[in-house]
């Protein structure tokens, strides 16, 4: 126990380093002036909208974990909730390998809360099974309601992506029909599932889902700044970038958003937003994130270690 205990602090510090590398470097990539100019092309109300959604999104990214939290059999209250979400995935989502940064962040905040490391593994994979319930439904409502005007972003032709479509929507229907019908672990090699309750489970595609189409609606307004756009272009852009990102196996999909995008819009119209997107959605809450932690780390090591008793989830 011991041992582990100081393998999660290693692993914290070093995502706490890791991330500020990153905002160090990753801003170094942009002048002063770039970011002022591209700031400045887009009217303020967009702005304050797109960091609205952004709010929104981290809001929902919050639901999964209290969603999850009681998947793992506890009710803790939704504050100490959203403050381990927060933490972990605003320094997750910049510095990736989700398994060890965002992993052992949330490992830290829930075992000062009385989960064990089993039930924190379960919170991790519930969170995971929560992304991709989201973007496949996210994907699928994209391609249907558009008809597939989106496939050639796929290079495929419309009635492929709406069949492609129907496909993505066929996921989220069938976890619930297993969530209401399969009480046994699911298995598959070495990796073991128990299907959550069904009200887990639509929590699971609603919250999901809300938090893609925020995270598309945030892209949505900086470039509705600068060209007219429609909201389900951007999505279906949004949405074709994660799946491209997972065939051609990019690490995080680094570029791969960028580069479908600007496969929409015009370079000159749509790297402005672009960059004020990764602005407000990565930097920003890694830089509250990365202080908020540290913040937690010395006011926890003042408190009394307390664990809290095992409650039913359902």
């Known amino acids: 126990m011991v041992t582990r205990r100081r393998v999660i602090k290693i692993l914290v510090a070093l995502a706490i380093v890791v991330a500020a590398f990153l905002v160090y470097r990753s801003l170094g990539r942009y002048s002063v002036e770039e970011i002022r100019l591209s700031v400045a092309s887009i009217p303020q109300q967009r702005l304050l909208f797109a960091f609205a959604f952004v709010v929104g999104s981290y809001t929902c990214l919050s639901g999964f974990d209290w969603l999850a939290v009681r998947y793992a059999g506890h009710a803790l209250p939704y504050r100490q909730v959203a403050l381990a979400s927060f933490c972990s995935l605003s320094i997750g989502h910049n510095v990736g390998m989700a398994a060890l940064s965002s992993g052992a962040v949330r490992y830290r905040f829930y075992s000062r809360w009385g989960l064990s490391g089993e039930q924190v593994a379960k919170v991790i994979i519930f969170c995971g099974v929560t992304v ?153 809450p890694l830089m509250v994130g990365v202080p908020t932690l540290v913040a937690s780390e010395a006011y926890f090591r003042r408190q009394p270690r307390r664990r809290i008793s095992k409650q039913p989830a359902g």
């Open 132 to 284: 991709s319930l989201g973007l496949v439904t996210l994907a699928g409502l994209a391609l249907t309601i558009t008809q597939g005007r989106g496939g050639d972003l796929l290079g495929i032709n419309e009635v492929t992506a709406v069949a492609l479509g129907c496909i993505c929507l066929l996921v989220p229907t069938l976890y619930l029909l297993i969530c209401w019908r399969v009480e046994r672990p699911l298995i598959l090699y070495r990796w073991s599932f128990q299907p959550p309750f069904v009200w887990l489970a639509l929590g699971q595609i609603a919250v999901g889902t809300l938090n893609f189409a925020c995270v598309a609606a945030c892209i949505h307004q900086l470039l509705l700044g600068i060209s007219a756009v429609n909201y389900l272009t951007v999505a279906t852009a949004y949405v074709t970038a994660n799946i491209a990102a997972l065939i051609s196996h990019v690490p995080g999909g680094l570029g791969v958003l960028e580069a479908t995008i600007l496969g929409v819009l015009p370079i000159d119209a749509s790297i402005g937003a672009l960059v004020v997107f990764r602005i407000l959605y990565f930097f920003v």
